[in-house]
């Protein structure tokens, strides 16, 4: 079955580098997201992408990020200077059609020291 | 507007027992409502979900009921077992090209035998 991937599956970083998350979406969906979720919360949406451009974004997602799809199968969550706050598990999704069933992936735990 | 509300935040149910998670929602064009199961360390897993154009669906021993009148829809495992224990998000999302998903806080389901 089909299934959304993403690497690393953990990330150690310090305050202020750049870390780049790597997601590869289901091979024939169209509709790609990044979410977060830190620890013992709920999952909160960043941004959703569609036909190599953003679609909608949080006010979590300020100026620190950005998304790119690189390549037919790849794409990216790139956090340019990361902050402690930033700890977290950040999920990669997919969805065929762009409304209904979204997958996810298994996640990156993103630690910021 | 956009919250979706879940209750009870954890949950502890005998084996055999029925499991039943609620959630309520307040904007009316949320038009979509999956489940998503979560295991510790891993991504969630689309459960079920449903549309607003029918009141109950169900797959195997998961139940999703759907009162669009009272904007509220529950989540209900028959027969729970051990293997169930996890914690499950519901979510909302409505129509628009790559619409996000906002998740209710989660509950924390126990199956003990």
């Known amino acids: 079955e089909p299934e959304v991937t993403q690497t690393p599956s953990h990330q150690v970083t310090q305050m202020g580098q750049e870390v780049i998350l790597r997601c590869v979406p289901i091979?024939?969906?169209?509709?790609f997201y990044w979410y977060r979720q830190i620890l013992g919360q709920k999952v909160e949406f960043l941004v959703s992408?569609?036909?190599?451009?953003?679609?909608?974004k949080s006010e979590i997602f300020d100026d620190q990020f950005s998304v790119e799809r690189p390549d037919g199968s790849n794409f990216t969550l790139k956090i340019r200077s990361t902050k402690l706050e930033d700890s977290a598990m950040y999920f990669c999704?997919?969805?065929?059609?762009?409304?209904?069933?979204?997958?996810f992936g298994p996640g990156t735990r993103l630690t910021v020291t | 507007q956009q919250q979706v509300k879940q209750s009870p935040q954890s949950l502890i149910v005998q084996k055999g027992g029925i499991s039943i998670i609620n959630c309520a929602y307040e904007n009316t064009a949320f038009d979509y409502f999956p489940w998503y199961q979560q295991f510790p360390g891993k991504g969630p897993a689309l459960l079920i979900a449903?549309?607003?154009?029918?009141s109950e669906k169900k797959e195997g021993r998961f139940t999703i009921s759907f009162n669009k009148s009272a904007k509220q829809f529950s989540l209900h495992i028959m027969d729970s077992q051990p293997g169930d224990s996890a914690t499950y998000f519901c979510?909302?999302?409505?129509?628009?090209?790559?619409?996000?998903?906002?998740f209710g806080t989660g509950t924390r389901l126990q199956v003990t035998l």
């Open positions: 091979s024939n969906h169209l509709y």
């Open positions: 979510a909302a999302s409505g129509t628009g090209t790559a619409s996000k998903l906002t």
């Open positions: 449903i549309r607003p154009d029918v």
């Open positions: 999704a997919s969805s065929i059609q762009g409304v209904g069933e979204q997958y």
């Open positions: 992408f569609y036909n190599n451009e953003i679609s909608e």
